[in-house]
């Protein structure tokens, strides 16, 4: 995503503030504009139809100097910024159909949160259920990382790649969000921009977290909004839209689901910031859901669901902002309750995969090291004797020997053959990880993910020590 602010301006008379025209299959505004052919001596019009409405008319200066080259891209021309609607008395009742849905998928939610058995499970592999979620919520934006990558990248951050990177902080801003959340208190641009700082600590893109855009920016198309796909709403209406946002995230008079969804539609059209906005916008889901205290323990992984169904999701999207909010709340109800029975699915498979490591182990005692480390694999699947004693709280040896013997049934694989910092993975689970991962990567109703899935783990990568 470009920003008008990216590219080098000339003086012009008019107020430039520029962003592009929506030429999605999905218009979303109606969109006039000259380009003017300086050779030819005349002017061609062109007229795109979208709604709702004409949008907030703006003006992109010609002869601004273009990457992409080209004559057109050096031109002039007018093009329609979304023109924001706020959502702070959006009525609370829904249709009869809806209303289904959205209990459907509140019931969902409570049931995986609220199963004993499957709470303490889901509880354990937290960590690991919330990296797969940020691993599909990155996919989305075009960050691509295996499940493997990003353990490794959470053991030594340091010894990472861009992408990596990327995830991790993806991570941070769902683990800000859920921290949030956890405190009972409403939402503030203060909190959304401190979710948005903590996606891009430690990235080259440090700079701009939590900075509120202070020029247009455009989905899509190239360093002009020229063939953009969606145009967010002008600066100038982002910090009342964003204050607008809060209070309605603030009220308790109307679904859960539904309030998480058009917070989130609601963001993604506001597009307050230069970039990450997707990824943050995917993170409120996780806070308003933990805030109404309808998923005190586990969010279901919506994200991947969304990126399985992305045509459903942007149609979704394009729905809401033509204040069609049922169809779009619909939507994202479905894809709750399809998330929350992949979540008891995956719960399911990572029980019996530890079931398989105690036999595996030979029944370890349950207070022995052993066995407590069986416990940990899924949240922390790389691991070196360090780690083990700081989250076990046990000595060297009895670190080492839980180690040794995990690794001599097969159950822990070393990845860094050397004498010292040695560093060991789980063996299983992240093939586990990657089949569930491409089983809801394929959309409903079909037999082949949509969108790239890991690869089938085969063989343990080798990651400098610490």
């Given at each position: 995503?470009?920003?008008?602010?990216?590219?080098?301006?000339?003086?012009?008379?008019?107020?430039?503030?520029?962003v592009?025209?929506?030429l999605?299959?999905?218009?979303?505004?109606?969109?006039?504009?000259?380009?003017?052919?300086?050779?030819?001596?005349?002017?061609?019009k062109?007229?795109?139809?979208?709604?709702?409405?004409?949008?907030?008319?703006?003006?992109?200066?010609?002869?601004?100097?273009?990457?992409?080259?080209?004559?057109l891209?050096?031109?002039?021309?007018?093009?329609?910024?979304?023109?924001?609607?706020?959502?702070?008395?959006?009525?609370?009742s829904?249709?009869?159909?809806?209303?289904?849905e959205?209990?459907?998928?509140?019931?969902?939610?409570?049931?995986?949160?609220?199963?004993?058995?499957?709470?303490?499970?889901?509880?354990?592999?937290?960590?690991?259920?919330l990296?797969?979620?940020?691993?599909?919520?990155?996919?989305?934006?075009?960050?691509?990382?295996?499940?493997?990558?990003?353990?490794?990248?959470a053991?030594d951050?340091e010894?990472?790649?861009?992408?990596?990177?990327?995830?991790?902080?993806n991570?941070?801003?769902?683990d800000e969000?859920?921290?949030?959340?956890?405190?009972?208190?409403?939402?503030?641009?203060t909190?959304?921009?401190?979710?948005?700082?903590?996606l891009?600590?430690?990235?080259?893109?440090?700079?701009?977290?939590?900075?509120?855009?202070?020029?247009?920016?455009?989905?899509?198309?190239?360093?002009?909004?020229?063939?953009?796909?969606?145009?967010?709403?002008?600066?100038?209406?982002?910090?009342?839209?964003?204050?607008?946002?809060?209070?309605?995230?603030?009220?308790?008079?109307?679904?859960?689901?539904?309030?998480?969804?058009?917070?989130?539609?609601?963001?993604?059209?506001?597009?307050?910031?230069?970039?990450?906005?997707?990824?943050?916008?995917?993170?409120?889901?996780?806070?308003?859901?933990?805030r109404?205290?309808?998923?005190?323990?586990?969010?279901?992984?919506?994200?991947?669901?969304?990126?399985?169904?992305?045509?459903?999701?942007?149609?979704?999207?394009?729905?809401?902002?033509?204040?069609?909010?049922?169809?779009?709340?619909g939507?994202?109800?479905?894809?709750?309750?399809?998330?929350?029975?992949?979540?008891?699915?995956?719960?399911?498979?990572?029980?019996?995969?530890?079931?398989?490591?105690?036999?595996?182990?030979?029944?370890?005692?349950?207070?022995?090291?052993?066995?407590?480390?069986?416990?940990?694999?899924?949240?922390?699947?790389?691991?070196?004797?360090?780690?083990?004693?700081?989250?076990?709280?046990?000595?060297?040896?009895?670190?080492?020997?839980?180690?040794?013997?995990?690794?001599?049934?097969?159950?822990?694989?070393?990845?860094?053959?050397?004498?010292?910092g040695?560093?060991?993975?789980?063996?299983?689970?992240?093939?586990?990880?990657?089949?569930?991962e491409?089983?809801?990567a394929?959309?409903t109703?079909?037999?082949?993910?949509?969108?790239?899935?890991?690869?089938?783990?085969?063989?343990?990568?080798k990651?400098?020590a610490?």
């Open positions: 995503m470009r920003t008008a602010a990216d590219l080098p301006t000339r003086p012009f008379t008019d107020r430039i503030l520029g592009a025209t929506n999605s299959k999905v218009s979303v505004l109606t969109l006039d504009y000259a380009e003017v052919k300086p050779r030819m001596a005349r002017t061609t062109r007229t795109y139809r979208a709604v709702p409405g004409s949008g907030v008319r703006r003006i992109w200066a010609g002869g601004q100097p273009s990457l992409s080259g080209g004559r891209a050096r031109q002039g021309f007018v093009y329609y910024a979304f023109d924001g609607w706020p959502i702070r008395d959006l009525a609370r829904f249709s009869a159909e809806l209303a289904q959205l209990t459907e998928a509140e019931n969902e939610v409570r049931r995986l949160n609220d199963d004993p058995p499957r709470t303490q499970l889901l509880e354990a592999v937290a960590r690991q259920l990296r797969s979620e940020a691993v599909a919520s990155s996919r989305i934006e075009g960050f691509e990382l295996s499940h493997r990558k990003l353990a490794e990248a053991f951050p010894d990472t790649s861009l992408n990596a990177r990327a995830v991790l902080g991570v941070r801003a769902m969000a859920i921290r949030f959340a956890s405190e009972q208190l409403d939402l503030t641009v909190e959304i921009r401190t979710i948005h700082r903590r891009f600590e430690g990235t080259r893109d440090a700079a701009i977290g939590g900075v509120i855009r202070n020029s247009q920016n455009w989905i899509g198309g190239r360093d002009d909004p020229w063939g953009a796909r969606f145009i967010p709403v002008p600066e100038d209406q982002v910090t009342r839209l964003l204050d607008d946002l809060c209070r309605f995230a603030a009220r308790d008079d109307l679904s859960a689901i539904a309030q998480a969804a058009v917070v989130h539609a609601q963001f993604e059209t506001i597009h307050p910031f230069s970039d990450g906005n997707g990824r943050v916008g995917r993170s409120l889901i996780h806070l308003v859901l933990r109404r205290g309808l998923a005190p323990y586990y969010v279901p992984p919506v994200s991947l669901i969304l990126a399985a169904n992305y045509e459903e999701y942007e149609r979704g999207l394009t729905t809401f902002r033509e204040e069609q909010v049922e169809e779009w709340c939507i994202f109800a479905r894809a709750v309750t399809i998330a929350c029975r992949g979540a008891g699915e995956l719960a399911t498979r990572i029980e019996e995969l530890k079931a398989r490591w105690r036999e595996q182990a030979g029944s370890p005692r349950a207070d022995s090291a052993a066995a407590k480390l069986i416990d940990l694999l899924p949240v922390q699947p790389v691991l070196d004797m360090r780690t083990v004693q700081d989250a076990l709280d046990v000595s060297d040896e009895a670190a080492r020997l839980g180690i040794a013997r995990l690794e001599s049934a097969g159950i822990l694989s070393e990845i860094t053959k050397r004498k010292r040695r560093a060991w993975e789980s063996v299983g689970l992240f093939a586990l990880l990657d089949s569930f491409r089983l809801v394929t959309p109703g079909g037999s082949t993910p949509m969108r790239r899935a890991p690869r089938p783990t085969r063989r343990p990568s990651i400098a610490r």
